[in-house]
C-alpha cells in the first residue's frame, strides 16, 4: 500500500490564491481526496473574507454548523472559530461529525495568529488507522456498530438549547426521529441523546474501507485522567457528557480503547502553522485534532460539502 503525503504543500508562486484555485481546481480536488488534506502555503489570503472566497471556489457554499459538540463563535457567516478550549488540553483525532447521520466531506482551518508554541492540527489518514487496527478489532465494530451516548445536564458544558438550536422540545424529538437519534429526557432539564452509527465507511466514488467513528474521541477513557475521574464522580457513567459503547451497548474494553488510541497515534503527522496557511481536510480520509499550545493561536474553521450515506438505515 503506497503511503502519500499528508498533507500536500502548495506554495505560492505569486498567483492571487482563489486564481490558483480556479484554474487548478479539478487537479487540487482530486489531491485532496488522494493524500486527505492540502496545505496552500505563503499567500495573501485576505483575511476571514479572502478565506470565504478560498471555501466557495475549492467547495461552493460553506455550512452552518449544527448539533455541535464543541464550543465555537462565529467570526462571520458560516466561518467560525475553532473550539474554544483550554489551550493546555489536546483535542483528541476525530472525524468532524462522525457521530452524525450527515458530515461535511470537506473541512478548511486559517491561521489568522499562528500560536507561540505547538498547536497544530494534527493528521491521521484513516485508510491507515482502519488497516493497522487489529482485524478483529475491526470485525467486532463492524458486526455491532458503536453507539454515542450524551447526556445534556443543566448549567453543565454546552446546553441542549445551544447544541439543537432551539427550546423547543418537539422541534428536538423530529429531528432525532429524521437522524436517528433517540430523545430522552430527565431530572427538571437533563437531555440525553442516544445513537447507533456505522464504525467503518467508504468516501464517495472509493472502495477503501476508512475507520470513520467517534467511539474513540467520545469514550471517557480518552479524557485526561483527572477529567475522568472528576465527571466520574459527579455524573456516575450513565450520565457522563459522553460515552461510547458497541451498537448493543456493550461496553468497549480498556485494552481495545488503548489499541485504537495508539493507531490513531502512530498515524498521527502534524506541521507547525505560519500566518496565512490554509489547511484543506478531506474529512473522510484524514482525521484531525488539536495540539495543546501557548499564545494567541487564532485559527478559522468553514465546513462544506454535506453528505449522507444514503444506504445506510440509522437505527436504534
Ligand atoms: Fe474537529
Redesign the pocket.
Known amino acids: 500500500m503506497n503511503e502519500t503525503t499528508l498533507p500536500l504543500t502548495i506554495e505560492s508562486d505569486g498567483t492571487p490564491i482563489t486564481e490558483l484555485i480556479a484554474g487548478r481546481r479539478a487537479e487540487i480536488r482530486a489531491a485532496l481526496v488522494e493524500h486527505g488534506g492540502v496545505l496552500f502555503r505563503g499567500f495573501d489570503v485576505g483575511g476571514v473574507d479572502g478565506f470565504d472566497q478560498v471555501v466557495r471556489t475549492l467547495s461552493g457554499d460553506p455550512l452552518t454548523y449544527t448539533e455541535r459538540s464543541s464550543p465555537r463563535s462565529t467570526i462571520k457567516g458560516q466561518v467560525y472559530t475553532s ?1 474554544d478550549y483550554p489551550p493546555e488540553e489536546e483535542i483528541f483525532l ?1 472525524n ?1 461529525n462522525s457521530y452524525q447521520a450527515a458530515w461535511p466531506l470537506t473541512l478548511y482551518f486559517y491561521c489568522i495568529t499562528p500560536p507561540s508554541s505547538l498547536g497544530a492540527t494534527p493528521l491521521a489518514d484513516v485508510r491507515r488507522v482502519y488497516r493497522e487496527i487489529d482485524p478483529a478489532v475491526r470485525e467486532e465494530f463492524a458486526r455491532r456498530r458503536w453507539m454515542v451516548v450524551r447526556n445534556f445536564h443543566p448549567d453543565f458544558g454546552t446546553p441542549w438549547q445551544h447544541v439543537f438550536n432551539t427550546d423547543d422540545r418537539d422541534e428536538i424529538a423530529a429531528y432525532g426521529e429524521k437522524n436517528g437519534i433517540k430523545i430522552e429526557w430527565f431530572g427538571k432539564d437533563g437531555m440525553r441523546t442516544t445513537s447507533v452509527r456505522d464504525a467503518i465507511h467508504f468516501r464517495p466514488g472509493s472502495d477503501e474501507p476508512r475507520w470513520f467513528n467517534h467511539a474513540t474521541f467520545f469514550h471517557v477513557s480518552t479524557l485526561a485522567k483527572d477529567l475522568q475521574e472528576a465527571l466520574l464522580a459527579m455524573f456516575g457513567e450513565e450520565g457522563l457528557p459522553t460515552n461510547t459503547y458497541y451498537g448493543d451497548g456493550g461496553t468497549i474494553p480498556a485494552d481495545v480503547m488503548d489499541h485504537l488510541r495508539s493507531v490513531y497515534r502512530s498515524a498521527s503527522v502534524r506541521f507547525d502553522y505560519h500566518q496565512d496557511d490554509v489547511l484543506v481536510v478531506d474529512n473522510m480520509t484524514a482525521a ?1 485534532a488539536r495540539e495543546p499550545f501557548t499564545g494567541p493561536r487564532k485559527i478559522a474553521v468553514a465546513m462544506a460539502e454535506p453528505y449522507a450515506p444514503s444506504t445506510h438505515q440509522q437505527e436504534q
Do not use: A
Open positions: 473550539t476525530h468532524e484531525h
